[in-house]
């Protein structure tokens, strides 16, 4: 079955440093999509970062990058020089059949000054 | 374009009362689907729909129902609301490699 594992709750970043969230798949289809979404306390969902399983190179949107392992089975959200406005739950997903995600429990970034 | 729009925002129910939540999305999207988000979790398929009329079980269907008459329009029906349906509601609609969420709607089963 399809999973995505997300090991980090919580994460502590000061403002401009990088930071990185951990996510890890599993899947026996070789053909998938990766996605990184943000949520604020406002609560909506917004889409940050695309990675396909075909893509030769990394994501990367901005200052947001996705560091795709795909021996490991990782993909890994990094965001540079952090901002306050970065402060959110970050959700891991994996697109199955027929579009629909299959989310992490996510993890909650707080970005200090 | 609106995108993907959810009425209401919130709404409280007490237990064995029926509602409807609406979703309407303006772009031609085929496919959708119905997200719940309990607290501190990620989101669950309920439901979703490749097209009008038809319609298929996510992971957590039961005490729901959807419909697909149009493209447009794809309502979530909670009959006999209970306290474990006490969640957010997400609707979406897929194109190319993104999923477009509407805004949510935080329910209440009291």
């Known amino acids: 079955a399809q999973k995505i594992t997300q090991t980090q709750p919580g994460m502590f970043v000061q403002e401009k440093e990088a930071v990185t969230l951990d996510c890890t798949y599993d899947?026996?289809?070789?053909?998938?999509?990766l996605f990184w979404y943000k949520q604020p306390s406002s609560g909506e969902m917004i889409f940050l970062i695309y990675?396909?399983?075909?893509?030769?190179q990394n994501a990367t949107e901005g200052r947001y990058s996705l560091n795709f392992q795909k021996a490991r089975k990782s993909a890994n959200l990094v965001i540079s020089a952090s901002q306050l406005g970065d402060s959110a739950m970050y959700f891991c997903?994996?697109?199955?059949?027929?579009?629909?995600?299959?989310f992490g429990k996510g993890t909650t970034l707080s970005v200090s000054s | 374009n609106a995108g993907v729009t959810q009425t209401p925002k919130f709404r409280i129910l007490k237990i064995g009362q029926s509602m409807t939540l609406q979703c309407t999305q303006d772009?031609?999207?085929?496919?959708m689907y119905w997200y719940r988000q309990d607290p501190g979790m990620g989101l669950k398929l309920i439901y979703y729909?490749?097209?009008?009329?038809?319609?298929d079980k996510g992971e957590v269907p039961n005490g729901y129902n959807v419909s697909r008459s149009t493209t447009e329009d794809f309502p979530l029906r909670l009959e006999l609301a209970a306290p474990s349906q006490t969640s957010v509601y997400f609707c979406?609609?897929?194109?190319?490699?993104?999923?477009?969420f509407g805004p949510g709607t935080r329910l209440t089963v009291t």
């Open positions: 997903a994996m697109r199955e059949g027929l579009g629909a995600l299959i």
């Open positions: 899947t026996s289809d070789p053909s998938y999509g």
């Open positions: 990675q396909g399983s075909y893509d030769q």
């Open positions: 772009m031609n999207h085929n496919y």
């Open positions: 729909s490749v097209g009008a009329g038809i319609t």
């Open positions: 979406a609609s897929w194109a190319t490699y993104e999923q477009y």
